[in-house]
């Protein structure tokens, strides 16, 4: 094949290629693309006087579209957006905002005016980033700086199913000054994107408002993703299901070695407990490291009862005996030895 053939290939396939290479080889954005989104705003989770028990939430449906390529990289676009708002009050507005704007593909800010962002200084466009961006990179969106978490993110899209995304986080803090009050703010941002174009496909945006003198506050949750785009996006397998941690499992073995623990303790505290003193000594046996003594047989039957105190003598009892006779006046037994009967009293003799 001659190289002339062969540049004329290459040029080919440059031509036919669905989007053309930008300064650091990312997507650069064409006429005609656009994608239509759904977004949601929740106030809730009030504190203090003014915002407990406070709730409002606001619901829009929004697209935003490239128009023209500039030969200078700038990027005309359009945006229209239909919102409905309402609080717990029973309050509730409905609006809608459209107009024109330009960026950049090469610098990613708004170029002239915005999509309706207010508040911003130099912002950057919050749509659209440098696909070819890998995980530790960072880049803007408005003024947070975020930083490329993965170019394989599998984000479950409403509607569609899973698609493969670049997913990008980023944190920051400001302070609110405006119609809901003075507030120190803090934020995170987790942004989806695809990988082949680099527009936005879906975020989750949550802040925390406090006002540390009043003690009110709230949060501020926006989440969008996108119902439509003129462009395809990249289908991707579902992750595989969480496992929750085997909590149960881990409680019944700690219990299990405990118990065992608790066994092996008491098997060595008997073990060496001292015995106890025997309630009675088995039979011939007195214990406590006395002989026992001889069997009455061997001494010749058993010892006498003693009844005296050792040492002392023995007392002497001397019994007499006396003749007894009938009294002849009454006939009761008097000793023979009575001159006058002690129970009539007649004389004897």
Known sequence: MSPRIVGLLALVLLLCLPSAAGAGGHYVPRSGDRFYYYETIVLNDGTGYDYSGYTENTYL????????????????????????WSNNTGSHETGGA???????ANSFLYVKGTDNQTGYTNPYVWFYMNNSFSPGDTFYLLNTEMSVVSRDYAYDLPGTGYVATIEARGTGSYERDDAYGIFNATYTWQSYFDPATGYIVGYLYTEHDLNS??????????TLYVTGTTYALTPAQAP??????????????????????????????SRNRP???????????????????PPFAAMGGPPPINLTPPGQPVPQVVLRETVKVKCRYCGNLIDVTDKVCPFCGAPQG
């Open 213 to 222: 003198s009043t003690g009110d506050g709230f949060t501020w949750t926006d």
């Open 275 to 293: 015995k106890r003193l025997p309630q009675h000594a088995a039979p011939g046996n007195i214990g406590y490291g006395v002989p026992p003594p």
């Open 240 to 269: 595989p299901p969480s496992t929750p941690f085997p909590w149960a499992l881990v409680i019944g073995l700690v219990v299990f070695l405990l118990i065992i623990v608790l066994v092996i303790w008491l098997v060595l505290r």
């Open 61 to 84: 449906n929004g697209t935003v579209g490239v128009t023209g390529v500039l030969p200078n990289g700038t990027e005309s676009a359009s945006f229209e957006n239909a919102w409905s």
């Open 98 to 104: 459209s107009g024109n704007f330009t960026f950049s």
